[in-house]
């Protein structure tokens, strides 16, 4: 990460820490450090000194489950650290504990004096983004209890309430004031001569509402292996290629990333799930687009999150109108929150509905589901839930009304509600956006197409209804046949990104053109126009498709959405080509897909910048990527999809 925060992650929880292994709590920058449980910052410092100073790092925290550094007082070379101090972090499910070992370098006895500021300030995510927005929070009443093997912070804000509690053993021998909140424990260690003395410190974050009996772990260890057993189930009877081993390290890594990144939800029936979260830091949640996406990726060698996703958000879609959360009924959620601000409404996002494609994309999976696991007993559970989807398609949606699916931009949540939802990410080529008003984007037409072609299936062979599988089957060839009339530029043999209010063409040449071949929509002739025309050099930057071609006045390649190159983007792109039969193309793709992975620990980020291979021989950061991301760690399956192993 940038802002040399390291990240340990857990499910719905996740800690940052600094190369030393400290949390500061500072405010703003491209990531946050503390531990945060379902948005909400539990712990805000973490700083160790060590006879009232602040150790060296002289071994940094490098990623992985647990975070390792190894510290030694400040000196000299005439003066040789008195000791050494090793350091040991991990999280679990709302539970953060550490091991700190000190050693002596002395052939006599010491008593070194070790003390822990720490703090919770249980800040909002939301609060920590650097959007200059404030929420006013009044009422709010703090508490610190000194425990006799710790202390306890407890915050208070009218119905909502949570605490964190640190205890240590041994205990602290005293706990400080510090005049700002946070509570200092102290420990005076006696240290044999080159001996060892060891303390383990561990927390527990209480979120509002929950009533679990919760247990934090004795030990970092003990969390190593539990994470082990996590992962090797995930990644149990997956087979992975022999003739290309940087794409088997690539689909091990994203399958490891995906079982940490398992989220709790509740499903129709009130039972308890677990789906892919969207990514950390900043989208540890369910986000309807994104679960969906990754479990299509996964589907074919892990099908259990596709299932838990479908039954996620047909508990959570929508019913009724609601204006605040861009609801209408039939629609699949966007994105669920569990914080403070969410809870008291002042952001949308509790329950928010604001993307155009997160409904036909449900629609996708469990067709595809179906078809790929012979399971039909879900398409039976969930056929009131896709016969309302297919209705929100039809009537919110705007496909019988205008022919297309539709979006208008939210003042109070997102612009832009298909999968490029940031400002300003729908532009003409020259950067110019369109005027207020509807939007009907390229991409969503696809996923609506595919939606209606695979419900019919199931229309026709599990739910036994001829007469709404034909009206289905009728909706789509209709849409295909307006889509290449109004969409697809002739002076650029390309399909528009999106179309205005008027029906004008949106005319950025941008990579959702490739959704279009995974979702079918497109001619075969037309979609290998457009399949060869994305392998080519504007596009391609030899890492994978930019999202805006090079040389257009929109293109930047450090934009989130006008330039950047998106591994999940890639991956459909790849699974298009190989539909289209461009299976050179494709692996052209993958390659360099597989290849960015290889040179950052055969792990994806969310996003990598634009820039070339030609010119950067080494792929360049996207300055605010989520590190961890669930749709990046399932793209290298479905590029194993596409194009094999060979």
Known sequence: MTDRHHLLVRGGTFAAVSDGGDISGVRGGSSPDGLFVRDARHLSRWQLTVDGAVPETLTPVADGDVARCVLVPRGGRREPPAYTLFREQAVSDSAFV?????????????????ALTVDADFTDQFELR???????????IRKREVLDDGVEFSYRRGE?????????????DSVEETGTGARRLVWALDVAPHGSAELTCRVMARTHGDRRALRVPRSPAAVHEQLRAVEDEFVEGVAFPTGWPELAAACARGLADLAALQVPATGPDGETLRVPAAGAPWFLTLLGRDALLTSLFTLPYRPEPAAATLLALAAAQATEVGVDSVAQPGKIVHEMRHGELAHFGQVPYGRYYGSVDATPLFLVLLGTYVEQTGDVTLARRLERHARAAIGWMLDHGGLTSRGYLVYRADQGGLANQNWKDSPGAICSADGSRPVAGPVMAAGAQGYAYDALRRTAVLAR???????????????????RDRFQRDFWMSGHDFPALALDAQGGQIDALASDAGHLLWSGLLDKEYGKVVG????????FSGWGVRTLAAGQPAYHPLSYHRGSVWPHDNALITLGLARYGLHDEARA???????????????????????????????VPYPHACVRESRSAAAPLALLTAVGGA
């Open 532 to 539: 060869r025309r994305l392998l080519e050099p504007d596009f």
């Open 98 to 114: 550490e091991t700190l070992r000190v050693t002596s370098n002395r052939p006599v006895a010491s008593t070194v004096r070790i």
């Open 160 to 172: 909502w309430r949570s605490c964190t509690t640190v205890t240590a053993e041994p205990a602290p």
């Open 130 to 140: 650097s959007d200059f927005r404030t929420y006013a929070k009044s009422g709010v």
């Open 461 to 479: 062979t599990v739910w036994e209804d001829e007469v709404y599988a034909a009206l289905l089957e009728q909706a789509a060839g209709d849409l």
């Open 589 to 619: 793709v993958a390659s360099g897909m597989v290849d960015a992975a290889s040179a950052a620990g055969h792990r994806l980020p969310e996003v990598l910048a634009g820039y070339g291979r030609d010119t950067h021989p080494a792929p």
